[in-house]
């Protein structure tokens, strides 16, 4: 991988962010499961892990620069008050100004980052999904109300616990299968969670059902 085509390369970055996708859904995973939410992809990561289901995402280039207003008119027309700012990596960016304006409209801001880089911007809630291929950064940690660790290899349960080390008390655990794994690693997983009653298990809900 080059990061040179990967990384943001406008000087403008807090007014403009790089978008891949944004869409009205239903969030499929994690602690807030079920609820309908806005969801901002963007464009740009340079963790590469090798499961990556949006691949798409890595070269920031690939996609449009959009005005922070513009995505959060957009977002306005929906009527759930949940925006969820994913990517790619989106701490790769300033996301202060968008978190402000989508306060400003009524939002709640969630966030889903894999905790490489520092969090810019206004959170109501901090998912951080930690990846072995660049580890997250203590001070994300920190900050993380719910820690979510994809499954990929039964060495994941370890570098599971050493991620829940660095978060705080009330910090949601959740173990996640990671999709095309399901079924092998699930037997595993169910007895580490019953075992482990701290951890609760965490499904691609969205995938099962077949929405975006
Ligand atoms: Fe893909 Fe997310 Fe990993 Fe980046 S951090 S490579 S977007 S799974």
Not at 107 to 125: I, N, R
Not at 175 to 193: A, I, N, T
Not at 205 to 212: E, L, N
């Amino acid at each position: 991988m080059n990061p040179s085509i990967i990384k943001p390369s406008s000087a403008n970055v807090t007014l403009r962010l790089p978008v891949m996708e944004a869409f009205y859904t239903i969030q499929g995973e994690g602690h807030h499961t079920g609820k309908a939410a806005y969801f901002i992809r963007l464009g740009g990561c340079d963790v590469g892990c090798v499961w990556c289901d949006v691949k798409d995402s890595w070269d920031a280039t690939a996609h449009p620069m959009v005005d922070v207003e513009s995505i959060v008119n957009t977002a306005a027309e929906f009527p759930s008050q949940i925006a969820v700012i994913t990517g790619g990596e989106p701490c790769m960016y300033d996301l202060g100004l968008l978190t402000a304006s989508l306060r400003e409209k009524g939002f709640k801001t969630h966030l889903e980052t894999s905790g490489a880089y520092p969090v810019q911007g206004d959170f109501d809630w901090v998912c951080v999904s930690p990846k072995k291929f660049k580890s997250p950064l203590e001070e994300v940690l920190k900050l993380a109300d719910e820690l979510k660790v994809v499954i990929f290899h039964p060495s994941d349960f370890e570098w599971a616990e050493s991620n829940a080390k660095g978060v705080g008390k009330e910090c949601k655990l959740l173990l996640q299968p990671e999709f095309d794994k399901s079924s092998k690693m699930m037997s595993s997983l169910v007895d580490y969670v019953k075992a482990h009653p701290q951890w609760s298990i965490s499904l691609q809900t969205h995938k099962i059902i077949g929405i975006p």
